[in-house]
């Protein structure tokens, strides 16, 4: 019995969790972004995975992410809490002043 509660507990302690965070592009490499999201001193970093399954909206073709540019990702966290596989990434169109206008 001991066995099959530590097993249960592994076992709900590894799954993900569907995520959408908006934030601001800080860091680029090749099959990822790192994205800062939150208020103060409530700052926090997410690596943003990006595969051939990632659909991105907002982007004209050939274009590609900027650092500085604000997005909204959905995807899933995976089991490192700092860490998310993209879904689908949208950049967001901003106004004269910089303010978000909408993310389509």
């Not at 099959?4 to 090749?30: D, H, P, W, Y």
């Not at 409530?42 to 690596?47: F, G, N, S, Y």
């Not at 982007?59 to 860490?83: H, I, W």
């Amino acid at each position: 019995m001991k066995k099959l509660m530590i097993g249960m507990f592994l076992l709900l302690s590894v799954t993900c969790e569907a995520a959408t965070i908006r934030g601001t592009v800080v860091g680029m490499s090749v099959s990822s972004i790192d994205v800062v999201y939150g208020v103060g001193e409530a700052l926090r970093l997410a690596h943003v995975k990006i595969d051939d399954r990632t659909s991105i909206r907002g982007l004209e073709l050939g274009s590609r992410f900027r650092l500085g540019d604000v997005v909204e990702v959905e995807g899933t966290e995976t089991t490192a809490k700092t860490s998310l596989m993209a879904d689908h990434i949208t950049k967001c169109r901003l106004n004269e002043l910089e303010l978000v206008v909408s993310c389509p």
